[in-house]
């Protein structure tokens, strides 16, 4: 059974070939994919996923903000998705209930095992 994810970024191209590259995987199903963290809001309550995957391009508050937003609604875990992450950052968005983040960087095999794994570890850990 594949893991059911939801896809947040904002970027239309970048969406597209990241739900390419999990999908060939085998083990990711992108279930639905959004462009915002609003849009994110109105179907994640009726869409059953294993975990969300967003997209974090900003090292700022807007992003922590949109993170708790968004982890307020579902207890589905959060995974951020981004290039860099420093410790401040990483705090501030696990304290608005990020469960973890991958870096961008990573192949897309490697990807998925992280995305495979956590969504396992939650699962296991009955927090959804």
């Known amino acids: ?51 969300t995957l967003m997209n974090v391009q900003s090292r700022n508050d807007a992003a922590v903000m949109l993170c ?16 860099f992450m420093t410790i401040e950052h990483w705090r501030a968005l696990s304290q608005a209930g990020a469960a973890d983040y991958l870096l961008k960087h990573a192949d897309s095999r490697l990807l998925c095992d992280a995305i495979v794994r956590l969504a396992n570890r939650y699962q296991t850990a009955g927090k959804y």
């Open 1 to 51: 059974m594949s893991v059911r994810v939801l896809l947040v970024d904002a970027h239309d191209e970048a969406r597209q070939s990241l739900v390419r590259s999990l999908e060939s995987d085998g083990r990711v199903a992108v279930t639905v994919q959004v462009s915002t963290v609003a849009a994110a809001c109105v179907v994640v309550r009726d869409t059953p996923c294993d975990l």
């Open 68 to 83: 708790r937003e968004l982890c307020e609604l579902t207890d589905t875990p959060l995974v951020v998705l981004t290039s």
